[in-house]
């Protein structure tokens, strides 16, 4: 397997097992994953510690020193593999393949990659609202979202060739939409961003998230 797992975690003691057994199912149980999280206090890296007979590492960022690129860019300096995948916590795959990685050979102008989204709240899909728009059942490249005017880019669920990665990290002065700026530059670069509908995630939202509300 040529793909490390980035996983971001404050508090996720819901939904972080059923993420990295989705990733085990998908991706095999000698894939790197590495789980960088913002200093819980539930029962999350418990949680994680019962898959210690997986190659997975956690590490930890300060919650006074935290900002989302500044946690990726951590997870990233671990990453060993051709390709890097970066999953919410909150995040369960149900749909990946061969195909999409192929997207990402080492001859092609394609950087990035992210998938579809099925917002779940509470056991239920939510309706469709602004964010959503973005995840349609077209292939797309280098998508401009209209109502952010700006290119689109989703953190929650995407991957990337390692290399590139690490020579052009996410901003870690952002407090937020680190994956839309990211998006920006590299496509001003004449890179290639893919949208991907056929690998998708169920995307969790809770209370504290405002994602879901389409605000995020």
């Not at 975690?9 to 199912?25: L, M």
């Not at 890296?45 to 006074?64: A, C, G, H, M």
């Not at 602004?130 to 077209?138: M, R």
Request: aromatic share 12%; with cysteine.
């Amino acid at each position: 397997m040529d793909l490390s797992v980035i996983i971001r975690n404050r508090n996720e003691e819901r939904y972080i097992g059923h993420c990295i057994q989705s990733v085990v199912d998908f991706l095999g149980d000698d894939t790197q994953i590495i789980v960088v999280d913002n200093e819980s206090s539930d029962e999350s890296l418990r949680i994680v510690n019962t898959f210690d007979y997986l190659n997975i590492e956690v590490v930890t960022i300060d919650k006074n020193s935290y900002s989302p690129g500044r946690s990726l860019n951590l997870g990233i300096s671990k990453c060993k593999e051709r390709l890097t995948m970066i999953i919410s916590a909150h995040c369960e795959i149900i749909k990946f393949g061969d195909y999409e990685r192929n997207i990402l050979s080492d001859t092609s102008d394609n950087v990035a990659m992210w998938g579809k989204q099925i917002p779940i709240w509470d056991g239920k899909k939510v309706t469709p609202r602004y964010l959503w728009s973005n995840f349609g059942d077209e292939e797309m490249i280098n998508h401009f979202c209209e109502s952010e005017d700006r290119y689109f880019f989703h953190n929650a669920f995407s991957i990337f060739k390692t290399k590139h990665l690490k020579k052009y990290p996410f901003d870690e002065r952002l407090s937020g939409k680190e994956d839309r700026y990211w998006a920006t530059e590299q496509i001003g670069n004449g890179h290639n961003i893919i949208y991907n509908p056929q690998f998708i995630v169920k995307h969790h939202y809770t209370n504290n998230g405002a994602t879901w509300k389409g605000v995020g």
